[in-house]
């Protein structure tokens, strides 16, 4: 009976920056990993970035050096911070953590990007 929910989205203007929140509910058990996904409009679903619970980050080619992911484990909370955003990062972001055997979905959160 977990749930994942997303915060923070909007419309933003190029260059501008956002940061998106998603805190678990329902459980205090910690996932093992924590991921950003995004998926814009006739596009396939791609990784962001992630963060393990011993703390190691990946990020996908196109947001290194522009986006952050941490997380606060006595939060259940896990963020993305995302700076110099481009048109190409419109997208619904999605919050997903890892809970072997199991993966849970956040409902997904628009950002928009003007150009």
């Known amino acids: ?14 260059g501008g920056s956002l940061r998106l929140s998603c805190v678990a509910s329902g459980s205090t058990f910690s996932f093992n990993t924590m991921r950003w996904y995004r998926q814009a409009p006739g596009k396939q679903r791609e990784l962001v970035a992630g963060i393990s619970s011993g ?3 990946i990020y996908a ?13 006595a939060k ?5 911070h995302m700076t110099s955003l481009k048109p190409e990062d419109t997208a619904v972001y999605f ?18 990007v003007s150009s």
Do not use: H
């Open 55 to 57: 703390g190691s980050m």
């Open 95 to 112: 919050c997903n953590g890892l809970r072997p055997p199991s993966a849970y979905w956040g409902q997904g959160i628009q950002v928009t």
């Open 1 to 14: 009976q977990v749930q994942l929910v997303e915060s923070g989205g909007g419309l933003v203007q190029a």
């Open 76 to 80: 259940n909370t896990v963020y993305l």
């Open 61 to 73: 080619d196109s947001v290194k050096g522009r986006f952050t992911i941490s997380r606060d484990n």
